[in-house]
């Protein structure tokens, strides 16, 4: 298994422009998570899904969109770019089983460093 | 509101020495987890807690769970530098609309 995976790795973005960032797993989780990390600092939740067709805001989700068609793919699109958006995303899934029992533990992809200037 | 807290913040450690790293959590929450961070790299799971009283150990890590007092504690014994990274607590809450929180990470620096 590629566990999750994440493209590009690097990218820099002038003010305005718009990407979408790239999330996909293989191990028919049914979560996904979308964070930011800033230099030095802890990760901060922006969508999460709980399976294909269902997302959710999480704590910053502003000048943020998602979609998740499937239930291996969660995109994250970037609307006009501004420099408060550079960052490292991370994508991280996990399995939820019936009942919201067990063990949650987020598997993360390695990340994409963003700049925007 | 779910918030996890995590301290010490920064830990500067001497090799071989012990210490302890505690994550504080304002929910009812009968799961715990802790990640490792390397420096520029991905979050890694290193233990997940499922109830009171759970330990679980890897080599010089121990983390441990008292759900009654919303408290965890990673304890590490005899530092080694590869021991140096960011530690991260989370905990997830199903009350209400699910929420997965970290805790604000503790940088651990073990100097030879």
């Known amino acids: 298994n590629a566990g999750v995976t994440q493209t590009p790795k690097f990218r820099i973005l002038k003010i305005g422009q718009s990407m979408t960032l790239q999330c996909a797993q293989d191990?028919?989780?049914?979560?996904m998570y979308w964070y930011r990390q800033d230099p030095g600092m802890g990760l901060k939740l922006i969508y999460y899904?709980?399976?294909?067709?269902?997302?959710d805001k999480g704590e910053v989700p502003n000048g943020y969109n998602v979609s998740r068609s499937t239930t291996e793919d969660f995109p994250l699109r970037l609307e006009l770019a501004a420099p408060s958006q550079t960052s490292v995303y991370f994508c991280?899934?996990?399995?939820?089983?019936?009942?919201?029992?067990?063990?949650?533990?987020?598997?993360f992809g390695p990340g994409t460093r963003l700049t925007v200037t | 509101e779910l918030k996890v807290e995590q301290n010490p913040l920064f830990l500067s450690m001497q090799e071989g020495k012990n210490y302890t790293i505690y994550c504080n959590y304002s929910?009812?929450?009968?799961?715990l987890y802790w990640y490792r961070q390397d420096p520029g790299k991905s979050l890694e799971s290193l233990f997940v807690l499922l109830s009171n009283g759970a330990v679980k150990q890897e080599g010089r890590l121990m983390a441990s769970l008292d759900t009654k007092a919303r408290l965890s504690t990673l304890h590490i014994t005899a530092a080694v530098h590869d021991l140096s990274a960011t530690y991260f607590c989370?905990?997830?809450?199903?009350?209400?609309?699910?929420?997965?929180?970290f805790g604000t990470g503790t940088r651990l620096k073990v100097l030879a």
């Open positions: 989370a905990v997830d809450s199903t009350s209400g609309t699910y929420k997965y929180i």
């Open positions: 899904s709980v399976g294909a067709g269902i997302t």
């Open positions: 991280a899934s996990s399995y939820m089983g019936a009942q919201l029992a067990g063990a949650h533990e987020q598997y």
């Open positions: 191990m028919n989780h049914n979560y």
């Open positions: 929910t009812t929450s009968d799961r």
